[in-house]
């Protein structure tokens, strides 16, 4: 059985630098194909994918975020982490972690989300 | 980069069939057969509906199809249910190995 569950502070403040885990099951992020991806959803706004690294240690960000982003993984642990710096109120939004199936690049298994709010 | 266009709301009755459609360009749908399509309730973690353009993933109802023409991809549920209603997003791989969704789409149920 897959799950993912994302960890993360509920708050911060701008300027900061968030730093969100995603721990999951049921899979190995070693193992050929499998993917893990950070989305986000502002409230009342639609999804936004961020970033993604791979079984290889390849990595991908948004174009319009990527200064700002680095995904990283600690295979042993089963754990992606997502850091975000310079946080501004916009960046306010759950954010997901989900697990992409390389073979078609579709984002089969989700956690359930955690909210962060950026406020002083 | 853009996120793919998708209506912003559609609505149908229960029984009727509706159509969401997904713009996007060469450079991701029009390029690429890895578009997906989810399913969000609010609160809810999204829920994969399509992947592939076409394909179902297991437990999914074949109310639920999938289909692509140029650099649109459509999701088509047919027999509308009260528990349809939700928003639906779609998704693409890009050329630059990215990927975006869509702006997403509220489906009412009336």
């Known amino acids: 059985q897959v799950t993912l569950r994302e960890s993360g502070p509920a708050l911060v403040k701008p300027t900061q630098t968030l730093t969100l885990t995603c721990t999951f099951s049921?899979?190995?992020?070693?193992?050929?194909?499998?993917?893990v991806s950070w989305i986000r959803q502002p409230p009342g706004k639609a999804l936004e994918w961020l970033a993604r690294?791979?079984?290889?240690?390849?990595?991908y960000y948004s174009t319009s975020l990527k200064t700002r982003l680095t995904i990283s993984k600690d295979t042993s642990k089963n754990q992606v982490v997502l850091t975000m710096t310079n946080m501004d109120p916009v960046d306010t939004a759950t954010y997901y972690c989900?697990?992409?199936?390389?073979?078609?690049?579709?984002?089969?298994?989700w956690g359930q989300g955690t909210l962060v709010t950026v406020s002083s | 980069q853009s996120a793919l266009t998708q209506p912003a709301s559609v609505s149908g009755s229960p029984g009727q069939s509706i159509t969401i459609s997904c713009t996007g360009t060469?450079?991701?749908?029009?390029?690429?057969?890895?578009v997906s399509w989810y399913q969000h309730h609010p609160g809810k973690a999204p829920k994969l509906m399509i992947y592939?353009?076409?394909k179902r993933p297991s437990g999914v109802s074949n109310r639920f199809s999938g289909s692509k023409s140029g650099n649109t991809a459509s999701l088509t549920i047919s027999g509308l249910q009260a528990e349809d209603e939700a928003d639906y997003y779609c998704?693409?791989?890009?050329?630059?190995?990215?990927?975006?969704f869509g702006g997403g789409t509220k489906l009412t149920v009336l």
């Open positions: 989900a697990r992409i199936e390389r073979s078609g690049y579709y984002f089969h298994y």
């Open positions: 049921g899979f190995s992020l070693s193992t050929s194909g499998m993917c």
């Open positions: 690294i791979d079984w290889d240690d390849d990595k």
């Open positions: 060469s450079s991701d749908v029009g390029d690429y057969n890895y």
């Open positions: 592939d353009v076409s």
């Open positions: 998704s693409s791989f890009t050329s630059i190995s990215t990927l975006m």
